[in-house]
């Protein structure tokens, strides 16, 4: 798709004419109109504008000329909703989610991702020895790891995530094992509706925002295993069936 028919499609799929995406972005309406007309394209900081604005990241505003992969994980960035983004909500496009979250790389430990990824991508024609080699041959080659010593943040989030660590520990839930490790989690693909005492259901992540949470088994067993979220401002620790399926909220705890 060319670029005239995109911005054209973001305008409409938002209900605003010319002039009112022309005041979003801050330039004429007369701007918008050529842009729609194919006769010239936005510069580099109206392109970031709309990208923040329209929560579309600039490659695909520009009809997705590159083929993004994140420099941390190697995970191709296919679509904006794996994208990662900086604190003030722009998109970092080089990045996923999971590796890089609110200005914070998430992962200091080469080790601790592999085991990660691993677990994602054994099936019945990649094994587990298949899939590790494979991702400490590919890995190296990878921005972030090439940079770390430039780009790392002198293990303040290591040291974060060791703090977390001694507060979930430290809270002694009965049935909970000790938790070793805290994973990076995308709102999206954690975030269960809880039924509250009132009856009321109610969700507490935001979609879009990355955590830090481990699922673990019982120590008792069983079919339910613990979740385990947290940030900087709570820890969220509950219970669920296989898939997430009736979840119970066991504690939410302000930091």
């Known amino acids: 798709m060319e670029i005239r028919d995109i911005l054209r499609n973001l305008r409409e799929s938002h209900h605003l004419t010319q002039d009112q995406m022309a005041e979003r972005v801050m330039v004429s309406r007369q701007a918008v109109s050529r842009w729609e007309n194919g006769e010239t394209q936005p510069n580099t900081d109206t392109l970031k504008l709309l990208s923040k604005e329209f929560d579309v990241s600039i490659n695909t505003l520009l009809g997705s000329p590159r083929q993004l992969i994140c420099q941390c994980c190697g995970m191709p960035l296919s679509e904006d909703g794996v994208i990662s983004k900086e604190s003030d909500g722009s998109f970092n496009e080089d990045y996923c989610k999971w590796c890089y979250a609110d ?46 010593e430039e780009l790392s943040d002198g293990g303040q989030f290591a040291a974060f995530k060791k ?23 995308v709102g999206k693909y954690v975030n269960l509706e809880y039924r509250l005492p009132s009856g009321v259901r109610v969700k507490f992540l935001d979609d879009q925002t990355t955590y830090l949470g481990s699922q673990i088994e019982s120590e008792y067993g069983g079919d339910r295993c613990f979740g385990i979220l947290a940030s900087m401002d709570f820890i969220m620790i509950c219970t669920y069936e296989k898939d997430g399926a009736n979840p119970e909220l066991v504690l939410y705890k302000k930091r």
């Not at 099936?123 to 494979?134: K, P, V």
């Open 103 to 148: 200005g914070t790389y998430t992962y200091d430990d080469m080790d601790d991702l592999i085991d990660v990824c691993v677990g994602h991508m054994v099936n019945e024609n990649f094994t587990e020895e298949q899939a590790r080699a494979y991702m400490k041959q590919m890995l190296p080659k990878l921005d972030y790891w090439k940079r770390y």
């Open 163 to 185: 703090q977390l660590l001694e507060e979930i520990n430290g809270l002694h839930i009965e049935g909970l094992p000790k938790i070793e490790r805290l994973n990076a989690l």
